[in-house]
């Protein structure tokens, strides 16, 4: 299995541009989360979907954040304008289909997504 | 809500030495529990879970956890180390009711030769 895929690993833009970050998960996996990872605050979940529904989208920071599951293999994780404080790596990953309860919270994680906005 | 707490925010320690890496969970039920590592650059990758049962479990590269209910943690050990080792440790906290993992801010794991 190729894993949890996030394009691209490195992202650079100016203030003020839209950025669209992309994740595909395992195939199979019916839970898909965003996570963002800064120095200050660690990591915090933004906003997690079920069967491409979001389920619980309170992590997410402002309406500037915005994300999409169109189908089962691919999410995007938009920020529309983008500020130099949302600089971070961002992280997608996916979990297991339904086997029980517990199974859900094994998540797989992809490499990640670095932002850089200046 | 839960929360996890990791005391150490570095730790530094020779290679072959034994290593412990300490987390506490606040939680109200019975908490589901793991341990990932970070490499540089890498995503994470999940070393062990506890779910139930027995309270010591193995992951791994190596690894091992002890669960203790008592103490609200969930320590992560080794009993020697490698250079290869070196990278950033996360504990976290699931629950059955939403799905949703809470970190810690991690420990971060320098290894002399």
């Known amino acids: 299995d190729a894993g949890v895929i996030q394009s691209p690993r490195h992202e650079v833009t100016e203030m003020g541009q839209e950025v669209t970050l992309r994740c595909k998960p395992i195939?199979?996996?019916?839970?898909l989360f965003w996570y963002r990872q800064t120095m200050m605050r660690g990591l915090e979940l933004l906003i997690y979907?079920?069967?491409?529904?979001?389920?619980?989208d309170s992590g997410m920071p402002e309406d500037r954040f915005s994300a999409k599951m169109p189908n089962a293999s691919f999410s995007t994780l938009k920020i529309q304008p983008s500020e130099p404080r949302d600089s971070a790596v961002y992280f997608c990953?996916?979990?297991?289909?339904?086997?029980?309860?517990?199974?859900?919270?094994?998540?797989?994680f992809g490499a990640g997504t670095r932002l850089s906005v200046l | 809500a839960q929360s996890v707490t990791q005391p150490d925010i570095h730790i530094t320690v020779s290679e072959g030495a034994s290593l412990e890496l300490r987390c506490n969970y606040s939680?109200?039920?019975?908490?589901?529990l793991f341990w990932y590592v970070q490499s540089p650059g890498q995503g994470l990758q999940l070393l062990l879970k506890?779910?139930?049962?027995?309270?010591l479990v193995q992951g791994i590269k190596g690894f091992e956890a002890e669960f203790k209910r008592s103490q609200s943690s969930f320590n992560l050990r080794k009993p020697s180390v490698h250079w290869s080792d070196a990278a950033e440790y996360f504990c976290?906290?699931?629950?059955?009711?939403?799905?949703?993992?809470?970190f810690g801010k991690g420990t971060l794991l320098t290894v002399n030769p």
């Open positions: 990953a996916s979990s297991l289909p339904r086997q029980g309860a517990r199974s859900k919270n094994i998540q797989y």
């Open positions: 195939s199979g996996h019916d839970y």
């Open positions: 979907f079920n069967n491409n529904v979001p389920i619980d």
């Open positions: 939680y109200g039920a019975t908490p589901y």
């Open positions: 506890y779910f139930s049962g027995d309270t």
């Open positions: 976290a906290v699931g629950a059955s009711s939403n799905y949703k993992l809470t």
